[in-house]
Every structure is written in structure tokens, then in C-alpha cells.
């Protein structure tokens, strides 16, 4: 395990400041996705994002990452303002990014190949961290043939290998059992604490926020700004998710944030049912 | 008759099974050739077999009738030919040497249109892949230039040949590029379809991960849309044929286009059908090939069941 701290790369601030986000719809309407949006994640600190459906949350991640650009504020990683895809950042979505013509291993190689790095190099890193997440010996299989837990162990592995200072994460868990949610929630920390990145999290499920983040945001829809921000101080290293959620802190935080999230929720469901009613 | 059975439970298939033969109504001897504990596989073979033997059953009295009406007179073998003299003229067509036809052996016009459809099938296809993963990948030039492609796609193009047999006289190259331009709509609209529908989180992860432009394209897209382009090859290569025959129709030295309107104006419907006969064993083989490459490029994929029903 020395070589595992030793090669940890060290989490970047991320600051999000006054960001206001519009997007010009084909008919030429303009949308505001978020709406000045202020937030920081400290170095290796790991950052929830809770809010209801279409509050911008993943318009946030996208900024973040480089894939989009702000239309207003600022967006700086590691002091840095964000310009295009930045290095050291790593993505993880709801859906699999996998290749599905890819084997397991080809598919957490891509990381340091897309890098320049040599095949022979990427593999044996790419076997490595297979193994870290459990999937030794599957090296060979198409995503096809993998169960819905390890797909999501191996866009893990492929989000991990990089090495990432940010780590930013789309629902990652979303799609899948609650009992396979729970373990790969356990397993995401267990790594995370090894090696420290910055993590943005976006979840719908505030159970997850509160068990895994040090900090959670709540954000208001249409359009998506900052609520409240909510700092939980559960103790580290929380070890099973599964266990967390009964103690007497996390059903008070729960409830705290809870209270300030159901509002946006009924509002935005409202919404949204008048819409499409 | 054992009530043993080597797995220790019996299934309601085997019980049904063993019931019927106590009535000894089924007790053939196939029965025991095949193993008591798949009765689906012989099921399959059955309906195998049955299919075949109605296939066949078809085909013989479709020529056969064809041969007894013309045979008869009742249908005008000069007009419609008939299956005993097209089975004669393939026997000339393949034994006469150098005197199959006016313009040498019949393996030379095969091998001329062969040529011609194989060329033009390559340059089209990969033509119809470069502009279509490159009007794929950018919105803007598809926005440009689409309309164009609309509108020269609604030019009948077979009308092409006709142009570059005057601009590029009676050799290969003027039916090589009508073989070119048929194949290379069908490819394109292909190849730019599956461009688009290239998953946009495996783009933005690519992207994320430190993918160059050309890493992209080589890594996910161009293989993401090749379920689509290969798709379209089978369509293609027909239509490669169809240019180069029709090429050689409008104006050729040799080929089978020149081979099959020399037969019609001699009056000869017996070398028309077999030139067609030729030419669809020339494309049955080629599809053969490219089901085999498909399996192979395409190998990772999951056995879909639409697969299995495909004809």
C-alpha cells in the first residue's frame, strides 16, 4: 500500500463564483440552466450537490470539468480558471461511458493511453487497478457481460486510473439496486480516503449526500442557485454506508437539510406536473 | 424401460415423454439414437428439415413450371426463355473457352465487372465513411454541406453514367466511379447517422479523459458507428453491381452489361437469365464475405435475438 499513498495525487481547490450559465434553444429562446452560483470544494474535500430535477446540478459538473464554458463568474480549479479540459480531472456518469466493443481492461487502459502513455504501461496500470476495485480476473470480458455493479466498478477503476485531483460524479450510483448502491458508496470512500481527490458529487438520493460528503449543497430550480450550504461533521472514517445511517447525528443532519430540500422538490414537482399535464 | 434417469429428477418434458411411450405411440427408434435429455434439440432439427424439404419443394415447381409452360408453348420460350436452355447457354458460357462470347472467354466479362463493382465499392465506401464521420463529427459543416448532399442525392444518378462514359470513354474507370457514387450515398448517410448517435457520455468521457480529436474518432466514434456502416455494405455492394452493369449497358468493350445486352439483341433470353443467374451467385458470395467480416469486426457484441430470426 506505500506505493498507493505515495502515487496519491493531492486534491485541488475548486472555486465556483457568481457562475451564471444560459443556453440558446434552437427556436433561439434563451435558457438559464443556473443562476449565480457560488460554492467551494477545499482540497480533498468530498463535496454533495443535492437539488431537485433540472435545478443545473449537472450544468455545474459540466462547467467544472471544462466540457462547457460559463456565460457569466468564474470557474477555478487549483487556482486556476477553467479553459477547456483540464488535466487531473476525472468524470463519472450516471450512464456507462463505457466502450461496449472494448474489454474491461482496454476500457480502464483508455485513461493513460488517451494520455500518450505506452500500451504495455496503460494495461498494467489497468490491471492494477482492477484489482483495487475487485474485478481481477474479468480482464477479458465485454461490459456486456458484467452485472450493473461491475460496470460501475469498472468506469470507477477508469475514472480512478488517471489519478485524478478532481473527481467529479454524475449520479454514479443512481441506476443501480440499493444493495449494490451500498456497497459501491462504501468502496468509493474506502478509496477516496487513500487518495484524496476533490470530489463533486451530484445525487438526488440525500441519504447518500449525508453519508458520504463532507459537505452538501442544496440547490433551488429553475433557475438552479444556491440554497444552503451544510457542513457534516460525521467522523472519519465512516466505514459501511449501510451502518452510518442509523446513528442519532446523520438522522439529525438528515432531517436539517431535509427540510430545506423538500420545498424545492414540491415546488419543482408542481412544476413540472403542470407541464406535462 | 429404465424409470431411472442419470439426473435423479425427472422434468415435466421427460415425464410427458416416458408416458407417451408406455402408450407406445411414440416409441420410434430415433428416439433412442438422440439423448433422452434434450428432446429441443431433435424439435429444432424436425423444423429444420421440414423448412429445407418445403424450400425445395418450391423451388421445383416454380422452374418445373416454368419449363413445362414453355415446353408447351403455352408461354413463348423466345420471349421468356426457358430453364433447360438457360442450363445449356451457362454450359457454353463455361466451356467454350475463348469462344464463350464475342468479346473472349465468359470468366474475362466476369472478371471486368467483378473488377469494376470491387473498385468502386472500395472507393465509395470509404469516400461515403470520410464524409460521413466528418459531417458527424461537425455541426457546422453538416449544416453546410447537407443540403447539398440532399439535393445530389436526388439526382438520379444512374443517369451519372451517361456522363462519364463520354467524359472517360469505354474502359473501367467510367463504371468504377458510377459503382463509386451509388455505393457512396449508401454508406455516407450510414456512416453520418451512426456518427450522430455516438452516446454523448462516452464522448464527454473520452474528452474528460484526455482524448485528442483524432484519438476520439479512431477510439470511439468511428468504431461506434460501425454497426451502422457495416450495416450498410451489404446494400452497398449490390449497388456497386448495379454501376458497373449499368455502366457496361450504356457502353463497354467487355463485362457481364456488355455480355447480357449483346443476348438481348440477338434475341437470346436464355443468355440473359443466365448472366443473371452468374451475377447473383457473384453477389451471393459477396455477401458471404461480408456477413463473415461483420461477425468478425463486430464480434463483441451481445447475441441480439433479431439476429437469429434474420434471413
Redesign the interface.
Known amino acids: 500500500m506505500t506505493a498507493l499513498s505515495g502515487s496519491a495525487a493531492p486534491g485541488a481547490r475548486i472555486e465556483i463564483s457568481g457562475v451564471t450559465k444560459r443556453f440558446l434553444t434552437p427556436g433561439g429562446d434563451i435558457f438559464t440552466a443556473i443562476e449565480d452560483v457560488s460554492f467551494d470544494v477545499e482540497p480533498g474535500q468530498f463535496c454533495a450537490v443535492v437539488g431537485p430535477t433540472g435545478c443545473g446540478k449537472s450544468t455545474t459538473l ?1 462547467l467544472v ?3 462547457d464554458k460559463p456565460s457569466e463568474g468564474s470557474v477555478r480549479v487549483g487556482g486556476k480558471e477553467v479553459d477547456g ?1 483540464a ?1 487531473g ?3 463519472m ?1 450516471q ?8 474489454t474491461v481492461l482496454g476500457n480502464v487502459a ?2 493513460p493511453s ?2 500518450g502513455v505506452g500500451k504495455r504501461e496503460a494495461e498494467a496500470a489497468a490491471r492494477d487497478w482492477l484489482r483495487r476495485v475487485g474485478l481481477a480476473g474479468f480482464e477479458d470480458r ?1 461490459p ?2 458484467l452485472s450493473g455493479g461491475m460496470r460501475k466498478r469498472v468506469a470507477m477503476a ?1 475514472a480512478l486510473i ?1 489519478e485524478p485531483r478532481i473527481l ?1 460524479m454524475d449520479e454514479p450510483f443512481g441506476a443501480l439496486d440499493v444493495q449494490t448502491k451500498a456497497i459501491m458508496q462504501t468502496e468509493l470512500l474506502g478509496i477516496w480516503e487513500q487518495l484524496r481527490p476533490s470530489v463533486l458529487f451530484i445525487t438526488h438520493d440525500l441519504e447518500e449526500a449525508v453519508a458520504l460528503a463532507d459537505r452538501v449543497v442544496v440547490m433551488t430550480s429553475g433557475p438552479g442557485s444556491i440554497k444552503a450550504i451544510y457542513d457534516i461533521d460525521l467522523p472519519r472514517p465512516r466505514g459501511a454506508v449501510q451502518d452510518i445511517r442509523f446513528q442519532p447525528e446523520f438522522l439529525d443532519l438528515h432531517q436539517q437539510i431535509w427540510a430545506s430540500l423538500r420545498e424545492e422538490v414540491e415546488r419543482a414537482y408542481a412544476r413540472t406536473a403542470g407541464v406535462s399535464a | 424401460m429404465s424409470e431411472i434417469f442419470p439426473g435423479g429428477y425427472e422434468t415435466p418434458l421427460k415425464a410427458a415423454e416416458r408416458a407417451a411411450r408406455a402408450e407406445g405411440r411414440v416409441a420410434r427408434p430415433e428416439d433412442r439414437q438422440v439423448p433422452a435429455n434434450n428432446p429441443g434439440k431433435r424439435i429444432a432439427r424436425r423444423r429444420k428439415v421440414k423448412i429445407l424439404i418445403a424450400q425445395v419443394v418450391l423451388a421445383v415447381v416454380l422452374i418445373g413450371s416454368w419449363q413445362l409452360l414453355t415446353a408447351t408453348k403455352v408461354i413463348d420460350p423466345f420471349f421468356y426463355g426457358q430453364p433447360s436452355g438457360i442450363a445449356k447457354q451457362l454450359g457454353n458460357y463455361f466451356t467454350q473457352g475463348s469462344q464463350a462470347t464475342e468479346f473472349g472467354s465468359y470468366w474475362t466479362q466476369i472478371e471486368t465487372t467483378l473488377k469494376e463493382a470491387v473498385f468502386g465499392f472500395i472507393l465509395g465506401t470509404v469516400t461515403g465513411i470520410v464524409f460521413g464521420v466528418a459531417l458527424g463529427t461537425s455541426p457546422f459543416l453538416s449544416k453546410v454541406i447537407g443540403p447539398y448532399i440532399k439535393v445530389f442525392n436526388a439526382i438520379p444518378r444512374i443517369v451519372l453514367g451517361s456522363i462519364f462514359l463520354v467524359a472517360f470513354g469505354l474502359g473501367q474507370l467510367p463504371k468504377v466511379l458510377l459503382a463509386a457514387v451509388l455505393v457512396f450515398f449508401v454508406v455516407f448517410f450510414n456512416a453520418f447517422q451512426g456518427v450522430r448517435e455516438v ?1 454523448r ?2 464522448l ?9 480529436k483524432m ?1 476520439i474518432i479512431r ?2 466514434t468511428v ?2 458507428a ?1 454497426t451502422w456502416i457495416i450495416a450498410s455494405l451489404h446494400t452497398a455492394f449490390g449497388f456497386a453491381i448495379v454501376g458497373a452493369l449499368v455502366g457496361e449497358v450504356l457502353g463497354a468493350q467487355s463485362g457481364l452489361g456488355l455480355v447480357i445486352t449483346t443476348a438481348q439483341n440477338q434475341f437470346n433470353p436464355d443468355g440473359v437469365f443466365a448472366t443473371m443467374i452468374v451475377i447473383a451467385v457473384i453477389t451471393l458470395c459477396a455477401e458471404f464475405l461480408l456477413t463473415r467480416l461483420e461477425r468478425r469486426l ?1 464480434s ?3 447475441p441480439s435475438p433479431s439476429e437469429a430470426a434474420a434471413i
Open positions: 459540466s470539468s471544462g466540457l479540459i488535466d480531472v476525472s468524470f456518469f450512464a456507462d461511458a463505457l466502450l461496449p466493443w472494448k483508455l485513461g488517451f494520455r465485454h456486456h457481460q477508469a488517471n467529479l | 452516446d457520455n462516452v464527454n468521457n473520452a474528452r474528460v479523459l484526455g482524448a485528442s484519438r477510439d470511439v468504431p461506434s460501425l463486430l463483441w457484441r451481445p
